[in-house]
């Protein structure tokens, strides 16, 4: 290993893996508990596996060139399948996830003004703010404090979105979205047995009724938020430079109407459900790998010394903490596993498949594949630095997916989990409590099984 690398080589523990293809009864057991076990050890040495099941035909692209073909080159022709809107569709179904054809094309052109570079630049210092505000909240002290890392990411990834895109008006309301959030994640939004099988909606999920106060919780508290907007500004207030009024006053450039309340509730709920969530998971995985690993920490805890956020190139000086996040999104995926229904019959890597076959690309799969990547379960960030990262393929590494239907916020995710990062290793240093390690658990995105705790005390120099 060269001068530029750590000591040691960290490879975080991972679930076990399948033995082969599962049978169908233990296939929606595991998939109801954790999806990320269904995966076998040829997934990750063989660059594609198709074959028909008991639940129809399904490949599995684990190579560049398909994943271009499917996400990109053929997109058309590849929906996302019912599976997930039966999972998500009951809270976020107008919105920016899961619509499809000119319903999707129409918001994604509403919205794309609203995650320009430019419109990102400005809410820089405002994360900053927050992020300052929230760890001075935490008053840590040379004895060290032992904080719940899952808990402490969802609230500041909460508090950054609502002063960045709702201008506070969902300040305070962290603990009580956050008790939702970690419900509906526990229950409703994992894979029924049910769904799998294509049962008719009127069967009852067990899952979905466990989670329904939640699902009310949310639709409930963005409701009153979109109307007190709407009624502001019917009414010639200034409304607040923010998301929410962005999307209220957003007008289609081809003519079209705008978005209506409940498009712009679910939209709302999808940046809550699918942005802040995601975010909070990338930070805290980032906070657990760098316990393990002070020679990364140690240059990280540097750069935040000399980051300026009023410093218009702050991002070129932090070219350690962006390839610390990027190689933690490489193995923690925010988004583990995507599916899409073929309209019409393809060719994907000299394999023909029908219309109605189930294509899975899994970042999980892909992003660990031995084929694509040198030592795939080993943490190393410097894979990474702008030198080298110029090596790894577009369609290798797809934390924010790729292609049309590409994360429309991985530019604002991303320059958040930065800021926040410099911010928190700015005043703390960062230590395990045990040896035992984390281990991830599939519920739409990748969190730990287990509450994660770290110790984080002051830094002298803070």
């Known amino acids: 290993m060269d001068a530029t690398t750590a000591d040691t080589v960290f490879r975080p523990a991972v679930p076990r893996r399948a033995g082969g293809p599962l049978p169908l009864l233990p296939f929606l057991w595991i998939s109801w508990r954790d999806p990320i076990r269904m995966w076998s050890e040829r997934h990750f040495t063989e660059p594609q596996l198709h074959g028909d099941s008991a639940l129809g035909e399904i490949?599995?692209?684990?190579?560049?060139?398909?994943?271009?073909?499917?996400?990109?080159?053929?997109?058309?022709?590849?929906?996302?399948?019912?599976?997930?809107?039966?999972?998500?569709?009951?809270?976020?179904?107008?919105?920016?996830?899961?619509?499809?054809?000119?319903?999707?094309?129409?918001?994604?052109?509403?919205?794309?003004?609203?995650?320009?570079?430019?419109?990102?630049?400005?809410?820089?210092?405002?994360?900053?703010?927050?992020?300052?505000?929230?760890?001075?909240?935490?008053?840590?002290?040379?004895?060290?404090?032992?904080?719940?890392?899952?808990?402490?990411?969802?609230?500041?990834?909460?508090?950054?979105?609502?002063?960045?895109?709702?201008?506070?008006?969902?300040?305070g309301e962290a603990r009580g979205f956050e008790r939702a959030l970690n419900q509906f994640l526990a229950n409703g939004a994992r894979i029924d047995p049910l769904d799998v099988l294509g049962a008719p909606d009127w069967a009852p999920r067990l899952g979905r009724l466990a989670s329904a106060r939640s699902a009310r919780f949310f639709e409930r508290r963005v409701t009153r938020l979109v109307e007190a907007r709407r009624r502001r500004i019917e009414a010639g207030d200034a409304p607040p430079d923010d998301l929410l009024s962005a999307l209220l006053m957003a007008r289609d450039d081809n003519g079209g109407p705008g978005l209506s309340d409940e498009e712009v509730a679910a939209n709302i709920l999808t940046f809550i459900l699918a942005g802040h969530e995601t975010t909070a998971r990338a930070l805290g995985w980032?906070?657990?790998?760098?316990?393990?690993?002070?020679?990364?920490?140690?240059?990280?805890?540097?750069?935040?010394?000399?980051?300026?956020?009023?410093?218009?190139?702050?991002?070129?000086?932090?070219?350690?903490?962006?390839?610390?996040?990027?190689e933690t999104?490489?193995?923690?995926?925010?988004?583990?596993?995507?599916?899409?229904?073929?309209?019409?019959?393809?060719?994907?890597?000299?394999?023909?498949?029908?219309?109605?076959?189930?294509?899975?690309?899994?970042?999980?799969?892909?992003?660990?594949?031995?084929?694509?990547?040198?030592?795939?379960?080993?943490?190393?960030?410097?894979?990474?630095?702008?030198?080298?990262?110029?090596?790894?393929?577009?369609?290798?590494?797809?934390?924010?997916?790729?292609?049309?239907?590409?994360?429309?916020?991985?530019?604002?995710?991303?320059?958040?989990?930065?800021?926040?990062?410099?911010?928190?290793?700015?005043?703390?240093?960062?230590?395990?409590?045990?040896?035992?390690?984390?281990?991830?658990?599939?519920?739409i995105t990748l969190r730990s099984r287990d509450t994660m705790r770290l110790r984080l005390r002051a830094r002298r120099s803070a």
């Open 59 to 171: 490949i599995v692209v684990s190579h560049p060139a398909g994943v271009r073909h499917v996400l990109t080159e053929n997109a058309a022709n590849y929906v996302k399948g019912d599976l997930q809107r039966r999972v998500l569709g009951p809270m976020l179904a107008e919105g920016l996830l899961l619509t499809e054809g000119d319903t999707w094309r129409r918001a994604r052109r509403i919205l794309a003004p609203l995650f320009t570079p430019a419109k990102m630049a400005t809410l820089n210092a405002r994360m900053a703010e927050v992020c300052h505000a929230r760890v001075a909240a935490w008053s840590l002290s040379a004895h060290g404090r032992v904080l719940d890392i899952d808990s402490e990411m969802s609230g500041l990834t909460f508090d950054i979105l609502s002063a960045t895109m709702f201008s506070d008006e969902l300040g």
């Open 286 to 326: 980032t906070l657990y790998l760098l316990s393990r690993q002070p020679e990364y920490l140690a240059r990280l805890r540097a750069e935040a010394d000399a980051f300026d956020v009023f410093d218009p190139k702050w991002a070129d000086g932090l070219p350690w903490t962006r390839a610390v996040l990027e």
């Open 329 to 443: 999104m490489r193995l923690f995926p925010p988004a583990p596993t995507m599916a899409r229904k073929a309209l019409a019959g393809d060719e994907i890597g000299g394999q023909a498949i029908k219309a109605g076959a189930t294509v899975i690309i899994s970042p999980w799969v892909l992003q660990r594949h031995t084929l694509l990547w040198d030592d795939p379960d080993a943490f190393r960030p410097e894979r990474f630095l702008p030198e080298n990262r110029k090596s790894i393929d577009r369609y290798a590494y797809i934390p924010f997916s790729a292609g049309p239907r590409v994360c429309i916020g991985a530019a604002f995710a991303m320059q958040e989990a930065m800021i926040a990062l410099a911010g928190i290793l700015r005043a703390a240093q960062i230590e395990p409590l045990t040896a035992v390690e984390h281990r991830p658990v599939h519920q």
